[in-house]
């Protein structure tokens, strides 16, 4: 029997190392990918005429386009496909998406550019679509606005060009060269999930009735961001942990922090973290807390679950360069 052409794609999650939120508002952010945990997705040929159809594994869910979406884990599939035919990319029958993915959902991690990424990816390997990584990026920020309303395009930006970046809204992304030396990180997770979109919005309430702390927080994240894009790429790591410390106080300031997390940021500063702070919108999700060695790492991550982390996992961020040098 012979198999139906198919073709695999895979996404990074991503972390972002300074930034966020402020970078809703036009402040820089520094984001780096994460090869572990990632998105797959598998693009397949099923016969001209039949139906497109998506499976997402992850939650026993199916779709097929011309239905309308039964679960809001679905919506931002049928929006994958609407692009991809409409663009002409792929035909309007006959090919299925099968989806899943190892991102924690609303974690902070970069789940759902993630899975869109992956997605768009093998749509292009499957139909031999030539779109370079700006167009992809795009692809994926439509994505991301129907799940989060306002993003900034730091997520789909990091993930889709699988880059460490400097990324300012509506500027061109500026790429970090290195990490200067590799970053081992621990990433724990409180186990609370939030929705991105609530938050900002939360954010966006409170700047409302206190623009002026709330801009001057922002005004202070971004130039923790910009120092950190120079010290991630001399890799002073004590440098950017001391800037990553900053940003967690500041982003505990605007109320994005949350019990949990405090908890998990001191164990962490307590284990000997360079540098510990909330990742992504906050109010739960992920925290992450750098290390000066793999070692380091590892006891970090112990150290968080001992602290009450649902999950918790080493992570690296390396250069070229560097996995050049490991056998
Ligand atoms: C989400 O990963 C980061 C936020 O800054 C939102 C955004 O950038 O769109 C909270």
Redesign the pocket.
């Known amino acids: 029997m012979t198999r139906a052409p198919a073709f695999t794609a895979r996404a990074p999650s ?1 972390l ?1 190392l300074l ?6 508002y036009g402040h820089p ?1 520094v984001a780096v990918p994460l090869g572990e945990p990632f998105a797959q997705a598998t693009a397949r040929l099923v016969g001209p005429g039949g139906p497109v159809g998506v499976e997402l594994q992850d939650f026993g869910l199916a779709w097929l386009r011309g239905s309308e979406p039964s679960a809001e884990e679905a919506r931002p599939f049928s929006r994958i496909v609407e692009i991809c035919v409409a663009s002409g990319m792929a035909p309007d029958n006959g090919w299925t998406l099968t989806v899943r993915s190892a991102v924690p959902i609303g974690c ?1 991690l ?1 789940s759902g550019a993630a899975v869109a990424a992956a997605s768009f990816k093998a749509v292009y390997g499957l139909f031999g679509a030539r779109r370079c990584d700006r167009e992809l990026c795009s692809s994926v920020y439509e994505v ?1 606005k129907l799940l ?1 309303g ?6 789909n930006t990091v993930i889709a060009y699988g880059r460490p970046v400097l990324f300012r809204k509506g500027e061109a992304p500026t790429f970090l060269s290195g990490p200067g030396a590799p970053l081992f990180l621990a990433v724990a997770d409180t186990g609370l999930r939030h929705k ?1 979109a609530e ?2 919005a939360e954010v966006a309430r409170l700047r409302s009735q206190a623009a002026a702390l709330l801009d001057e927080a922002f005004r202070g994240i971004g130039a923790l961001a910009r120092e950190g894009a120079a010290a991630f790429e001399k890799g002073d790591l004590s440098a950017l942990g001391r800037l990553m410390n900053e940003d967690h106080r500041l982003l505990r300031g605007i109320g994005v922090s949350a019990p949990d997390l405090e908890r998990l940021v001191a164990a962490a500063r307590k284990a000997g973290a360079l540098g510990a702070k909330l990742c ?3 109010r739960g999700g992920c925290m992450a807390a750098l290390a000066d060695s793999p070692e380091a790492s590892l006891r970090l991550a112990e150290a968080l679950l001992a602290a009450g982390a649902k999950h918790a996992f080493a992570s690296q961020v390396s250069s070229p360069a560097f996995q050049k040098v490991r056998p």
Do not use: L, N, R
């Open positions: 991503k972002i930034g966020e939120h402020a970078v809703v952010a902070g970069g991301e989060h306002t993003p900034s395009g730091v997520d991105t938050v900002v992504g919108a906050g």
